[in-house]
Nanobody, 125 residues
Framework: QVQLVESGGGLVQAGGSLRLSCAAS????????MAWFRQAPGKERECVAA????????YYAGSVKGRFTISRDNVKKTVYLQMNDLKPEDTAVYYC??????????????????WGKGTQVTVSS
C-alpha cells in the first residue's frame, strides 16, 4: 500500500515558477514508477511527467517539455515537479501517481495503482 500526499500548489503569475512535492508512505517507494498528472476543468486527466524507479529515465508531455522537470529522492520517499515559465494553460489540479515496476519510463503512465488527492495550481495572465 502506498499513500501519496501532494504539496506546493498555489497561485502564480505567468512566467513564474512552482515546485510541487509528493511525499509517499510505504517501504517500497523505490519499486514504483512515479508520475505527475493534471486535470483542468472540462478536460481529461493527462500525464505530464513520469520517472523510473531509479530516476534514470523520464517522460514529458510535449506541452511541458523544457519547462517542467521531474525528479525523485528515494531516501526521502518524495517525488518533485519543478515547473518553470508557467502559462495560464498550466492551470489545473496536479496529482501524484505511483505504478509498481522497475522498467524504464518512455511513455506516459497508463494505469497507476495509487493516486494522491491533488494540489491546485493556478497561473494568472
Amino acid at each position: 500500500q502506498v499513500q501519496l500526499v501532494e504539496s506546493g500548489g498555489g497561485l502564480v503569475q505567468a512566467g513564474g515558477s512552482l515546485r510541487l512535492s509528493c511525499a509517499a508512505s510505504g517501504r517500497t517507494f523505490s519499486s514504483y514508477r512515479m508520475a505527475w498528472f493534471r486535470q483542468a476543468p472540462g478536460k481529461e486527466r493527462e500525464c505530464v511527467a513520469a520517472i523510473s524507479w531509479s530516476g534514470g529515465t523520464t517522460y514529458y508531455a510535449g506541452s511541458v517539455k523544457g519547462r517542467f522537470t521531474i525528479s525523485r529522492d528515494n531516501v526521502k520517499k518524495t517525488v518533485y515537479l519543478q515547473m518553470n515559465d508557467l502559462k495560464p494553460e498550466d492551470t489545473a489540479v496536479y496529482y501524484c501517481a505511483a505504478q509498481y515496476g522497475l522498467a524504464t519510463v518512455t511513455a506516459p503512465l497508463r494505469t497507476p495503482e495509487y493516486w494522491g488527492k491533488g494540489t491546485q495550481v493556478t497561473v494568472s495572465s
